[in-house]
């Protein structure tokens, strides 16, 4: 796979616009900072980018995020939109406009319920983030890797896989690591701003949603819930529940972690979810939601107690036809 196809696109467009999905991660923001140093390196043009809602100070190390803006005009047209870790054209919220009207769209990702929205598509399911998806383009296409953008793909790279922990960390996920390390990328240093460098207020909500935590199913299922109240408590941000579930996974009898966090009281439930053994992409499809085998989230119209029990009914149900 290369960009042999869409190299004269990108060439000849005057109008470029990158976007992430809503509340981006380290592997959205890392991939479109990623590109957009590529496509100024390979075509000596700047693309705009779009990183919706609250961005985690977390990644201000990231090259040229500061760049980014939270949204756009929706009256342009652009003649090039370009996604990145897009899993559902739904979670660019207002800029799908803009990915509509635009004249060429590209969909560049790697979640397997990816419905190849885009007039051309590179998802690769078997992938462990976009930024491996984006490294195995650039590498393929010759396109330059400079420092700038290996640490941009690295940060990507090492978010997705939790710290290169996940089952998605391949030999081909550690074999571009050494490359992009060997363009530049310091690995002490992007794991110290992805994960040591911790506000207090965060830590103490975090250990308060984990003490709160509920057992259930032989102790094989644990879950928190994040009500708006306990956010307004803490003066927590919107990366303040990032890592709840995979704290809650890591506990040795748990194969399936959720937490289930308040949007709107009584009305609007965000479900984030994680698992040793459980294809939870297919638990949270059943809302309208998706990811991947081991990782994945939903958005559920209810209360909170309402949407726990939807969710173990769920759990239970594709339990029972396995």
């Known amino acids: ?190 794991f110290a701003y992805c994960y040591e460098f911790k506000s207090k207020s965060y830590v103490m909500f975090q250990n308060y949603c984990i003490s709160k935590a509920v057992f259930t199913g032989n102790e094989k299922i644990a879950y928190t819930t994040v009500y708006k109240k306990d956010l307004e408590k803490f003066k927590a941000k919107e990366d303040f529940t990032e890592g709840l579930a995979e704290q809650l996974r890591a506990i040795d009898t748990t194969d399936l972690a959720f937490v289930v966090k308040e949007i709107e009281p009584n009305k609007i439930c965000k479900i984030s979810m994680r698992s040793k053994k459980y294809d939870v992409a297919k638990i949270c499809s059943a809302f309208g939601g998706g990811g991947h085998a081991r990782a994945a989230g939903c958005t559920i119209k209810s209360s909170v107690d309402s949407a726990v029990e939807k969710i173990l009914d769920e759990i239970k149900r594709t339990e029972y036809e396995k």
Do not use: Q
């Open 1 to 190: 796979m290369n960009f042999a196809d869409t190299e004269d696109i990108i060439k000849n467009s005057k109008k470029i616009l990158i976007i992430s999905h809503v509340n981006p991660d380290g592997d959205a923001l890392g991939s479109t900072c990623a590109l957009y140093k590529a496509i100024y390196n390979r075509f000596k043009k700047k693309a705009d980018m779009c990183a919706l809602t609250y961005l985690s100070p977390v990644y201000n190390f990231l090259p040229n995020l500061t760049l980014a803006k939270h949204s756009y005009d929706t009256s342009l047209v652009y003649d090039l939109v370009i996604t990145v870790d897009v899993a559902d054209i739904d979670r660019i919220c207002d800029m799908k406009i803009l990915f509509d009207k635009a004249k060429t769209t590209i969909n560049i990702d790697h979640h397997k319920t990816n419905n190849n929205f885009g007039d051309y598509n590179y998802v690769v399911p078997e992938a462990s983030s976009t930024g491996e998806v984006l490294y195995n383009l650039f590498k393929n296409s010759g396109w330059e890797i400079d420092k700038e953008t290996a640490i941009c793909l690295y940060t990507a790279i090492l978010t997705d896989t939790g710290g290169f922990r996940f089952d998605n960390t391949t030999e081909n996920v550690l074999l571009a690591a050494a490359d992009l390390v060997k363009s530049g990328a310091k690995p002490s240093d992007i």
